[in-house]
């Protein structure tokens, strides 16, 4: 109808709504033409308010497709769009939503300078953007933070909004699952797992978080019938729908799991190479650790060597202490027996 009524900015406004069903429908690349179409036609005909919906959208999509430089880009020219008609509330909602993507590009300090700069605001929407920034609590094993934050949420959650409820779902996880309850934290993931994967899709950024941490979970409690039953999620999806995220968290996964020396081999590098791809610095180091380790069990420290040279200074850059001192401990072994040699050379 905007189309025969040349009304262009509805038209435009029409697109972007459109590309929302595709999304919810696992159709990315027609959500990413559409809103390409819908943010050109925008920009053509000045109208801002509707670009900077498409360009949240299309980092959405981007953000979806793990594809997060893109998403960040994306946002970033959102947020000039608001800026230019004066939306504050457009903009601050564009502020926080880059904080999910500032986390896993590993930076993370940027991340929580933006959400302290937010905190104050009174905005809606802004709070479960703030939840991501329980990852980098966690990781820098930062465990009373990170509860603080998770019971510091506003009370009036909407439960029934899918976003939301997944959210906050799988920070309450990750925090349960710091605090040693790997059992609690795998039952908060699943009594809504299901549900987001029919509503948001596997594709969604936290139903994707959501995966990886019920496996972790699943690990801590060594059980590895739920191991394999969440992997079949991630490798019962047609090529075009799996997610490269979780394609690399699946190769991490069957690389602890693996019978044969090669297949954990080919599974460990398969997930660094995939993470260093995506950008993910955090996780190409926890592979690279985990890989080491491994090879450390295999009387093959000369190798593990680089590995957790790269992985602990990755770790101390991000503040990751804990993280840090696994890779200098595994580092450590590692040498001993070059050093046991060492000395009875000498």
């Not at 189309?3 to 900015?9: A, H, N, T, V």
């Not at 504050?88 to 993507?101: N, Y």
């Not at 309450?172 to 994967?197: F, N, P």
């Amino acid at each position: 109808m905007a189309e025969e009524l040349d009304l262009p900015e509805v038209f435009a406004q029409a697109l972007a709504s459109k590309s929302i069903v595709l999304m919810r429908r696992n159709r990315l690349d027609e959500a990413r033409i559409l809103l390409e179409g819908a943010l050109a036609r925008a920009v053509a005909d000045d109208f801002p308010a509707a670009a900077a919906r498409a360009s949240n959208n299309l980092a959405v999509v981007f953000e979806s497709r793990d594809q997060f430089p893109e998403a960040l880009a994306a946002t970033q020219r959102g947020i000039e769009f608001a800026r230019r008609i004066g939306d504050r509330v457009w903009e601050v909602q564009m502020l926080a939503g880059e904080i999910s993507t500032l986390v896993l590009l590993g930076r993370w300090n940027e991340a929580l300078e933006r959400g302290a700069e937010l905190e104050a605001t009174e905005i809606g929407g802004v709070a479960s953007q703030l939840a991501h920034l329980v990852e980098v609590d966690c990781w820098r094993g930062q465990t009373g933070q990170a509860r603080a934050r998770v019971d510091g949420w506003p009370p009036d959650l909407d439960a029934e909004d899918s976003q939301t409820r997944s959210m906050y779902a799988v920070h309450e996880a990750m925090v349960l699952r710091a605090e040693g309850k790997a059992r609690a934290a795998l039952e908060t993931i699943e009594h809504d797992l299901t549900r987001s994967l029919d509503e948001l899709g596997v594709r969604f950024l936290t139903v994707k978080l959501m995966l990886v941490e019920a496996i972790e979970s699943a690990f801590d409690l060594g059980d590895t019938a739920k191991v394999e039953e969440l992997l079949g999620i991630i490798e019962g999806l047609r090529a075009g729908g799996r997610p490269p995220l979780l394609v690399a968290h699946a190769a991490r996964f069957r690389a602890r799991l693996a019978a044969s020396p090669e297949e954990a081999e080919h599974q460990f590098r398969r997930a660094a190479e995939l993470f260093d791809e995506l950008g993910i610095v955090f996780w190409h180091a926890v592979a690279q650790t985990e890989h080491a380790e491994w090879l450390i069990r295999q009387e093959r420290g000369a190798e593990a060597q680089p590995l957790l040279d790269e992985a602990a200074g990755m770790f101390e850059r991000l503040e990751a202490t804990a993280w840090a001192e696994r890779a200098r401990q595994a580092l450590s072994q590692g040498r001993e027996p070059e050093a046991l040699i060492e000395t009875s050379l000498q």
